[in-house]
């Protein structure tokens, strides 16, 4: 074996490998992915999970470390969950948000008529308050995504940047 990456498998967390899928279980719930690529094989050593690949290739090599990284974000998440926090940001108008099902709307954005929208991805718990969105889950992919999709949904286009800074922003990950 040339690329060896272990993870710890933290207490509390148990992990099956069934067939190509990962599935992690823990306290906060259960996460699957699959994990099929050629030439990397991923075994399960008592508290372990091992990734590796006989290959040099750079692409392959990457993809054992691109695993390790998913597969210790799936037992934080079923352990400890992540949260990202945003601030939303305003000189004039002030921006309202309302949660609506799966979608958060973004009305009054610098003084417009017509409402934006972020979409919340499933799995994701949000929590709005007057200046502050909380965004909370297990899967780290999908909270990011969820935050990336809010930050997005506020872009200013056609207007200075260093004058007009309003919009929700990233300003806490964990």
């Known amino acids: 074996m040339v690329t060896v990456r272990k993870v710890r498998i933290p207490d ?26 050629p030439q990397v094989t991923i ?24 695993f390790e990284a998913h597969t210790k974000n799936m037992c934080r998440g079923v352990l400890d969950g992540f949260e ?3 601030k939303v940001v305003y000189s004039h108008f002030p921006i309202q948000l309302k949660l609506l099902g799966n979608k958060l709307e973004i009305s009054n954005f610098l003084g417009e008529k017509k409402a934006r929208y972020a979409k919340i991805e499933p ?26 999709n809010i930050e ?16 929700i922003y990233i300003v806490q990950r964990g």
């Open 12 to 37: 509390g967390v148990k992990v099956h490998l069934d067939g190509t899928t990962l599935k992690v279980t823990g306290p906060k719930g259960q996460l699957e992915r699959n994990i099929r690529f």
């Open 43 to 66: 075994n399960i050593d008592g508290k372990e999970v091992v990734i590796a690949t006989e290959s040099r290739k750079k692409e392959i090599t990457a993809m054992v470390g691109t």
């Open 84 to 86: 990202y926090r945003m």
């Open 123 to 148: 799995g994701v718990s949000t929590n709005v308050a007057s200046d502050e969105v909380v965004l909370t889950g297990i899967n780290r992919e999908l909270v990011g995504t969820t935050a990336a």
């Open 152 to 167: 997005h949904a506020t872009h200013i286009r056609n207007r200075d940047p260093r004058i007009f800074q309003d919009g």
